[in-house]
């Protein structure tokens, strides 16, 4: 376990696999104030998964790097779709929809990205930036299993 972490948070084996109930952690960087992501895979039907990354803070270009090597973690763990859990982001630069974007087209045409727990301020960048049919806004992630896989899991 990570030094420092809750019982919760496990730290990514080896193989860059991340078991369906664990959690990994690592700190933001830059802005002086810890910052959180932490992600894990989830198993739909059959061999399908998904990763459920939650951010935490404020998501620009000068977390870009550590935000893609999540991503990078886990597609090599099987995900195709990503879950995002944006309910503790307290702001979201254009680069931080850049970096989101640019993930969608490293998950291919099957590939989809969903928007979970969006604080009002969030939502409405994204309503304003017209990324309504690009990145499904759901309520949470039992909202996002019935999106992804058509069943509550």
């Known amino acids: 376990m990570a030094t420092g972490a809750t019982p919760d948070l496990y730290d990514?084996?080896?193989s860059g696999y991340i078991h369906a109930a664990s959690w990994?952690?690592?700190p933001w960087c830059?802005?002086?104030r810890r910052r959180m992501f932490r992600h894990r895979i989830?198993?739909?039907p059959g061999d399908t998964?998904?990763?459920v990354i939650e951010l935490r803070g404020s998501f620009e270009s000068r977390n870009a790097r550590e935000f893609k090597a999540a991503v990078d973690i886990c597609l090599e763990g099987g995900a195709r779709n990503l879950i995002l859990d944006l309910e503790h982001v307290h702001f979201m630069g254009s680069s931080g929809f850049a970096v989101i974007l640019s993930c969608l087209e490293r998950l291919g045409p099957e590939g989809r990205i969903l928007l979970?727990?969006?604080p009002d301020r969030v939502l409405t960048v994204v309503e304003m930036l017209g990324l309504g049919p690009v990145l499904d806004i759901v309520a949470d992630e039992h909202e996002a299993r019935e999106h992804l896989w058509g069943e509550a899991r």
């Open 12 to 14: 990514a084996p080896s």
């Open 24 to 26: 990994h952690s690592a």
């Open 30 to 32: 830059g802005g002086g």
């Open 42 to 44: 989830i198993e739909g």
């Open 49 to 51: 998964r998904a990763a």
């Open 116 to 118: 979970s727990r969006l």
